[in-house]
C-alpha cells in the first residue's frame, strides 16, 4: 500500500524528534557493543488553576491535549467548561489549565481509582455513571474499514518502530486513520486525543478508536466518555472491559491482527463486506505493541 494515505493525518507521530528518544550503549546476546534508542520519560505535573492535580509520566510532547484531555475523561472539566488558557513551563515540567468559573475536582479526587493501566492510570468519579447514561450513536462498521485501517497504522512512522516501550492510539473515519498518538502509557495517549478533538471540535460520531493497548475498563470508560462508538484493539480483552462496554452499547473489537479479530461487544453493527482471500497476514516488520501476545 502506498503511503499517500499519510495526508490524511491531521496529526501523527513524530519518530525523529529528538526530544522523545536517546541513543544509548550496550550489548546484545553475544556480548557485542550495540547502540540503540530507548524513548525518554519525564514527569509532568497537571495544575487545574492553582491547584495541584496529577504528576504524570509522559513523553512530553502536547502536555496542552495531554492535560485538557485528562481533566475531560476524569470529568474534573465538563466539554461545555470555558477554558481562558494553558500555560506550559517545559523546565520545570509544568502545565496549568485555566478557566473562567469553579470545577468540581474536590469532590472527584475523593473517589480515585487506579486502573490497571501501565504507568498508573486512573479514573475519578462515580465509573458506573458513565456506563448507565452512555448514549452513543450505534454507528456500523465495515470490516473492510478495519482491515485498511489496521494496515495503514502499521505503516504509519512511529516512535514505537524507531525505540519501542511505547503505546499508539488512532482516531479514524471509517478506513481513515485522523489523529495518532503516543506515549508511555495507553491512558495519556488516548487523554491526548480526547484535548485534540476538545481543542478542535471535532465530533466523536461516526468514529473509531484504535489502541494498542489491553481493552480494559479504563479504556471503554475512557472511550464512552468521549462518545465514541466504537474501540478496537490488536491486544485482548478484560473482562470487565467487555461486561461494562455491552452495558454501555460500545461495539469492543479485540485481536486485531492480520486476517483476525474477536468482537465480543456490538457485533451486530459490523458489517461483513471483506472478502479473506485478499487480506494479506500482519508483516512482522510492521507489528505494533501485543503483536506477539496480549500485552
Known sequence: MPVDFLSDYRLRPDPDDPRLSVPVTGFNEAGEPIETRVTVERPLTLFLNSREIVTM?????HPEYLAIGYLLNQAMLKPEDEITGVDYDEELGVV???TDGETNFEEKLKKRVQTSGCAQGTVFGDLMDVIKKAELPQAKIRTSWLYALTRKINQTPSLYLEAGAIHGCVLAEEDRPLIYLEDVGRHNAVDK?????????MSPENKLFYTTGRLTSEMVIKTVRMGIP???SRSGFTAWGVELARKAGLTLIGRARGKRFVVLSGADRLIHDQDLAYVPEESAKHRRKGAGGED
Open 57 to 61: 509520566m509522559t513523553i512530553g510532547d
Open 96 to 98: 496549568v489549565v485555566r
Open 193 to 201: 486525543i480526547a484535548g485534540y478533538m476538545h481543542r478542535h471540535g
Open 230 to 232: 466504537a474501540l478496537v
